[in-house]
């Protein structure tokens, strides 16, 4: 056992004989593994952690991890315990040991950020391997359609992934990322992307050079879907055919409805709906998950509920990576950075269940997770967004209840890559109209948000003395990280989707040295024209969802462009600035545009009636072979049923519009992606 910081204090004054001031009031009792070392590679083992504060807490628990050979990683960040007879407990931190066999150090740091006081505990926990032969092994996982295949030792220099396919049926293989050799610890994967109760061949591959080595082939058989979980059933519009991008054979889809007691599944299927992998989180019937994107080797980033710093609420506290088994890899809250952006002069960011009701005007506090964690910045570094409510004078924003009004705006936060925020723009910060955002300019449809409504984070501040409902000004909804600007220039900045403003925005970010201003808004009203070669109506985006420069940067942008205002412009651009026309009507469409950001201009490349009108979310992506892919969410097909469409455009040489080439209509998701496989997502 080791003890750092304060504890470290108050045990050489104990062995001086002597208690002094500085005697540590944060102590460990307990740091507890749910089964003893050692344990094979693949063994989920809970961690407890009891302690004790003699200030008046709370106290919280962050753990590190660190393999054999590796430097300590950040795995669940500091979160509040529960307090019970004067004893703190942590909440349980479950760890499933998957990169080599060895001695791995782990580490909790129990911490009273009132007081500032912490202490450390470290203990060792032996890893064995899978592998005690020369032959490979697969074994199951919780998760009945992933595999966790481990093979012998391979030479150092060397690279070394796994291939697997259907025994029965000559399709092709799949393979996984290759990883580095590191030898004489064996290597060990998580096998995804099978079918249900069905066989496969596994077999690993050796690469030294050019020189590539298959091991010895071994069988795993998958288990059944489980069935305390709602699986759609999806139909096929349009199957796949000739002119379907053939390296894409793998949905990706995140549903939100899928029944009663399943609101929150990720599903990976084939072309034909067939189920290939799932994500499903069982706390309880209303858990919160939402896929935001997946990520290259097989891991998953997520938005979920969980206890954290705020007694007040669970929903969208926290965020997660997650591996193919649905392991958590790594998790911060809400909590945690509200603390750390506080220290960095975030005043915006105050712990919501920390101001008196009612709040007073200028109040402001940092309340949920929402829409969008993408982790493509440098170094490994990711980007979030989460919700600030700000309470500003009656009438504000042209509200008429006489009361100061409770406003939503957008925080995005640049975190590292150990998940500490090292940047943050605040959207009140750049209220003041001009080239920026204006408080004054409101939402273009007018939305609103309420105490348990759903589409809205958490209202934390409303209540007696505010005005009843908030205003859900911004209502971000994508992030996109731009490492080189359109003249080819380093300048990394943020791309950013406000959907109640009808903008797409570009934020002054410049790798972490940018002034947060916003450098243009694209969209109606916005600082762009619309070079309208179709003379439509109405050219623009509204409402749009998933906003990204395909081709890393290079374009075209990609837009799923949901269509509301224009829909239903009464209310929108066409009566309130006469920026647009006052009428409007049609489906979603899919959209593809190429910019010029000198002449300040928009052309588009694709602009296509997708045939169904998605009220909200979605997602747009332009494929490896020049066609595009959008998810058309949210679909009324009449009262009490919504659903989604997947579809695949293939784009009509000199128009802007395209043929459906794939359509697979499912329940209602958040956002949809086609790929090859769960090892190789969609860069954008």
Not at 87 to 113: H, M, N
Not at 582 to 601: F, N, V
């Amino acid at each position: 056992m080791k003890i750092t910081g304060t504890g470290l204090v108050c045990l050489i004054g104990l062995l001086a004989g002597m208690c002094v001031p500085a005697c540590a009031t944060v102590q460990i009792l307990s740091f507890t593994p749910s089964v003893k070392a050692p344990r094979v590679i693949g063994t989920p083992i809970t961690w407890t952690v009891t302690a004790t504060d003699s200030n008046t807490g709370p106290l919280t628990f962050q753990f590190n991890v660190a393999a054999p050979k590796h430097t300590r990683v950040m795995a669940r960040d500091f979160n509040v315990g529960t307090l019970s007879s004067g004893v703190w407990t942590s909440q349980p931190f479950v760890w499933v040991p998957l990169l080599v066999e060895g001695a791995y150090d782990i580490q909790v740091i129990a911490k009273d950020f009132t007081s500032g006081e912490s202490v450390t505990k470290t203990v060792m926990y032996t890893v064995n391997p899978l592998v005690t032969g020369s032959m490979p092994v697969a074994v199951a996982t919780a998760n009945p359609l992933v595999a966790l295949f481990s093979t012998p030792s391979c030479p150092a220099g060397s690279s070394i992934r796994v291939s697997f396919q259907q025994q029965s049926l000559a399709t092709p293989a799949t393979t996984t990322q290759y990883e580095a050799c590191h030898p004489p610890t064996t290597s060990t994967f998580e096998i995804a992307g099978m079918y249900p109760s069905t066989t496969y061949n596994m077999f690993a591959q050796t690469k030294t050079g050019s020189n590539v080595t298959n091991g010895p082939t071994i069988t795993f058989t998958t288990g059944a879907l489980p069935t305390n979980i709602t699986f759609p059933s999806a139909t096929v519009i349009v199957p796949a055919g000739s002119h379907t991008d053939k390296s894409d054979g793998m949905l990706l889809v995140n549903h939100i409805e899928t029944g009663i007691n399943v609101p929150y599944l990720s599903l990976a299927t084939d072309l034909k709906g067939q189920p290939m992998w799932y994500y499903y989180q069982a706390n309880n019937g209303t858990h919160f998950s939402l896929l935001t994107r997946p990520l290259g080797g097989g891991t998953m980033l997520t938005i979920e509920d969980g206890p954290s710093w705020n007694p007040q609420t669970q929903a969208q506290q926290t965020i997660r990576q997650i591996d193919l088994a649905g392991n958590i890899l790594r998790e911060t809250n809400i909590g945690i950075l509200q603390q750390e952006l506080l220290a960095m002069g975030a005043t915006d960011a105050q712990p919501c269940n920390t101001i008196t009701p009612p709040a007073p005007v200028g109040a402001a506090c940092l309340g949920a997770f929402h829409h969008d964690i993408i982790q493509s910045l440098p170094n490994g570094g990711a980007a979030v967004f989460v919700d600030i409510e700000k309470i500003y004078p009656p009438g504000t924003q042209g509200d008429t209840s006489t009361l100061p009004v409770d406003i939503v705006g957008d925080m995005i936060i640049v975190l590292n890559s150990s998940w500490q925020p090292v940047w943050y723009f605040d959207s009140f910060q750049h209220d003041g109209g001009g080239t920026q955002l204006d408080i004054n300019r409101a939402a273009v449809l007018g939305e609103t948000c309420v105490i348990g409504q759903a589409g809205c984070p958490p209202m934390l501040l409303l209540g007696s003395g505010i005005a009843t409902a908030a205003l859900d000004w911004l209502h971000g909804n994508s992030i996109y990280y731009w490492p080189t600007d359109s003249y080819g220039g380093a300048s990394g900045d943020i791309i950013w989707s406000s959907r109640h403003q009808d903008w797409i925005m570009k934020i002054d970010y410049n790798n972490g040295a940018g002034t947060g201003n916003l450098l243009w808004r694209m969209g109606p009203c916005g600082d762009f024209t619309f070079n309208n070669i179709n003379n439509d109506p109405w050219p623009w985006n509204s409402h749009q969802h998933e906003v990204a420069m395909e081709n890393n940067g290079a374009g075209p942008m990609t837009v799923f462009d949901n269509g509301n205002t224009r829909i239903s412009p009464a209310t929108g651009h066409g009566s309130s600035t006469g920026c647009m026309p006052g009428t409007g009507s049609g489906d979603s469409r899919g959209m593809g545009w190429t910019y010029d950001e000198k002449a300040l201009t928009v052309t588009p490349v694709l602009s296509d009636d997708l045939g169904v009108f998605s009220t909200a979310m979605g997602s747009a992506q332009l494929l490896s072979d020049g066609n595009y892919f959008f998810f058309a969410a949210i679909v009324l097909i009449n009262i009490g049923t919504v659903d989604s469409y997947s579809i695949e455009i293939l784009p009509t040489s000199g128009k802007t519009t395209g043929k459906q080439v794939l359509n697979v209509q499912d329940l209602e998701g958040y956002r949809g992606w086609v790929m090859p496989n769960l090892y190789s997502p969609p860069l954008t």
